[in-house]
């Protein structure tokens, strides 16, 4: 704890001297969540990153997340310098959709508006008419497709399939998945609800099909979040990464929190509902970070230009 705690005060000066902001996930260890509100800075859903990382005046951003979210963050404000704890802190959606295959879906179907979800490269948001995030990505569908619009979507399946059911929209889609999302198991859930009839299940959309249909709330992070804070019931299964129950625990404190199980079952597998990549940011590589100004985000500037069109699209819609 002491270690840590001299991290944590070198992470505080640091941030300080540097006129930086820190801009956190709620997937990241607890620790940088606490420390980025202590801060000044935002722990938050990506939307919500996204708009604040935007609108900040401080120069140099520090992204405690993972590739997209700094990706996103330089996108939009070219001119800061966009630090992140581990550049090699990535995502399986964006590792299973290659921009040149993207390209390739793209080219094939000329007639359809791209919707591409946050959690993908550079490369193929440049390529999209529209970027999403969990948070908006129903409105947004839905609208395109009140204006009689169909729809090309990457990459996350399960998603995408939530979409669809819940708008009638027609949509072509890529076959990729969150790792930590699609390890939650419906038939397991079923059993957890048996023992707790009267908790709230509140389900990412990541998720399969049938832990969604189970959920009283589907929902990005930060609705999660609301759901258990303003939820009137004692008990809530929780299905998405298991980060977020810091940030619940400390905003609904009374409440009991109970963890979604995934095919590994939280005895033999702690970690199952933990994404790897977001466990990459720590307190030690954070301060090495800003110490040596390394790694730094760079996005080539043609991409960036492009991909800010469909960013953009999204924060003009949501704002
Ligand atoms: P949110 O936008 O809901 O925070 O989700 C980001 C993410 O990576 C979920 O796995
Ligand atoms: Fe990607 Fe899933 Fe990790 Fe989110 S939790 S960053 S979707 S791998």
């Not at 070198?10 to 540097?18: D, I």
């Not at 590739?67 to 992140?84: C, H, N, Q, Y």
């Amino acid at each position: 704890p002491s270690q840590r705690n001299a991290l944590a005060d070198r992470a505080r000066a640091l941030l300080k001297q540097h006129n930086a902001v820190l801009v956190a996930h709620y997937y990241v260890d607890g620790l940088l969540q606490d420390l980025a509100l202590e801060t000044g800075g935002i722990v938050s859903d990506s939307l919500e990153m996204a708009r604040f990382g935007r609108d900040h005046a401080a120069q140099t951003l520090v992204v405690a997340g993972v590739r997209f979210m700094g990706e996103t963050a330089k996108i939009l404000s070219p001119e800061k310098r966009v630090l992140m704890p581990d550049l090699d802190a990535t995502c399986s959606l964006d590792l299973g959709c290659p921009a040149d295959d993207f390209a390739a879906f793209c080219d094939a179907h000329p007639d359809r508006q791209v919707v591409v979800y946050a959690n993908t490269s550079a490369a193929v948001k440049a390529r999209a008419d529209w970027m999403v995030t969990s948070s908006c990505a129903l409105d947004i569908v839905a609208d395109l497709h009140a204006k009689g619009q169909k729809i090309l979507w990457a990459p996350d399946r399960h998603l995408g399939r939530y979409i669809q059911e819940q708008t009638g929209a027609d949509m072509l889609m890529w076959n990729g998945a969150c790792i930590v999302h699609d390890e939650f198991k419906g038939l397991e859930l079923e059993l957890l609800r048996e023992q707790h009839p009267h908790a709230q299940i509140l389900v990412h959309p990541e998720s399969p099909k049938s832990v969604v249909d189970m959920a009283h709330v589907v929902g990005s992070t930060s609705a999660l979040i609301k759901a258990v804070v303003e939820g009137t019931a004692q008990e809530y299964i929780v299905a998405t990464d298991n980060g977020i129950l810091h940030r619940m625990r400390q905003l609904a404190p009374g409440k009991t929190l109970i963890e979604a199980p995934t095919a590994g079952n939280s005895a033999t597998c702690k970690s199952c509902a933990h994404c790897p990549w977001m466990a990459m940011n720590g307190l030690a590589n954070l301060v090495d970070c800003l110490e040596s100004g390394q790694p730094q985000i760079h996005v080539e500037e043609t991409t960036r230009v492009l991909a800010q069109r469909c960013i953009n699209r999204m924060l003009d819609f949501t704002a």
